[in-house]
């Protein structure tokens, strides 16, 4: 079964940019779709995108237009660019196949604040 491994995290003030990645251990080439979710603090996990094995990409409504989301299929690897950040956007961050299977792997802490 594919595990999935977040990296990238970190802390960053408001209006930085991180870049999120995901190393899979086997292939993505079969997941149709592949998503970054998200967990903030007294929230439920929330799907924050998600990209189609062709490259179409999907935003949540509160992300869209400072997030970017793409996979590299040979690589087996899903990134999400993470520009123009809010306190809002602290979280972890996992990444998974939409809609998500198997294990979650142990995300990646995403702290925006000044």
């Known amino acids: 079964q594919v595990q999935f491994v977040e990296s990238g995290g970190g802390l960053v003030q408001p209006g930085g940019s991180l870049r999120l990645s995901c190393a899979a251990s086997?292939?993505?080439?079969?997941?149709?779709?592949m998503g970054w979710y998200r967990q903030a603090p007294g929230k439920q996990r929330e799907l924050v995108a998600r990209?189609?094995?062709?490259?179409?990409?999907t935003y949540a409504d509160s992300v869209k237009g400072r997030f970017t989301i793409s996979r590299d299929n040979a690589k087996n690897t899903v990134s999400l660019q993470m520009n123009s950040l809010k306190p809002e956007d602290t979280a972890v961050y996992y990444c998974?196949?939409?809609?998500?299977?198997?294990?979650w792997g142990q995300g990646t802490q995403v702290t925006v604040s000044s």
């Open positions: 998974n196949a939409y809609p998500p299977f198997g294990f």
């Open positions: 990209v189609a094995t062709g490259g179409t990409t």
């Open positions: 086997g292939s993505i080439r079969s997941i149709y779709s």
